[in-house]
């Protein structure tokens, strides 16, 4: 199995442009989890999916963000438009029907 | 929701020492208490989690235990050698299996 996947893994842009992070769970898999990491605030949940429905978007920091995830297989996250306090590193993990969640590399977000 | 609070912030240990980090919860409710270790540039990675109806599980030199009438769970890690060296999470869950972390615990291991 090849884990969960994230793309791109690094991503730098300038402020105000759209930003699009993407995530697949590992296969089998029914939950979905989108983190944003900083020093400052630690491991962030801005949103949280069961069965490609999205179940507490609470954590999703403004209007800015939006997440979808159109089938099992497939979930985005989109900033719009990015500003450089988004700058952090973004983290989607997947779990199956057990407690664990398993993280994917992390997309490295630079907005200048 | 859940707060959950670790401690110390940093850590320095000897190498073929010990290593004892504690996290604190706050929701009754929570049942299921991962370690995540995170090394710098890569992501946060399981490496031992316990539930709610023991009090102590160990694989190899690491171990996890759970006081659930204090609300606080411990890693202990013996022996410690170099590529222990990382920021390690604990986490606890609430509602509908989400999980809280803390905000980690960066370990040095000093050979």
């Known amino acids: 199995d090849a884990g969960v996947i994230q793309s791109p893994r690094h991503e730098v842009t300038e402020m105000g442009q759209e930003v699009t992070l993407r995530c697949k769970p590992i296969?089998?898999?029914?939950?979905l989890f989108w983190y944003r990491q900083t020093m400052m605030r630690g491991l962030e949940l801005l949103i949280y999916?069961?069965?490609?429905?999205?179940?507490?978007d609470s954590g999703m920091p403004e209007d800015r963000f939006s997440a979808k995830m159109p089938n099992a297989s497939f979930s985005t996250l989109k900033i719009q438009p990015s500003e450089p306090r988004d700058s952090a590193v973004y983290f989607c993990?997947?779990?199956?029907?057990?407690?664990?969640?398993?993280f994917g590399p992390g997309t490295r977000l630079l907005v200048l | 929701g859940e707060n959950v609070e670790q401690h110390p912030s940093t850590l320095s240990v000897q190498e073929g020492d010990s290593a004892v980090i504690k996290c604190t919860y706050s929701d009754s409710a929570s049942n299921y208490f991962p370690w995540y270790k995170q090394e710098l540039g890569k992501r946060p990675q399981l490496i031992i989690d316990?539930?709610?109806?023991?009090g102590e599980k160990k694989d190899q030199r690491i171990a996890v235990t759970l006081n659930k009438t204090a609300k606080h769970f411990s890693l202990h890690i013996t022996e410690t050698q170099p590529e222990d060296s990382a920021v390690y999470f604990c986490?606890?869950?609430?509602?509908?299996?989400?999980?809280?972390f803390g905000k980690g615990n960066q370990v040095v291991v000093i050979p």
């Open positions: 296969s089998g898999h029914n939950s």
């Open positions: 986490a606890a869950n609430y509602g509908n299996n989400r999980l809280a």
């Open positions: 316990i539930r709610s109806n023991v």
């Open positions: 993990a997947s779990r199956g029907q057990k407690e664990t969640q398993y």
């Open positions: 999916f069961n069965n490609n429905v999205p179940i507490d």
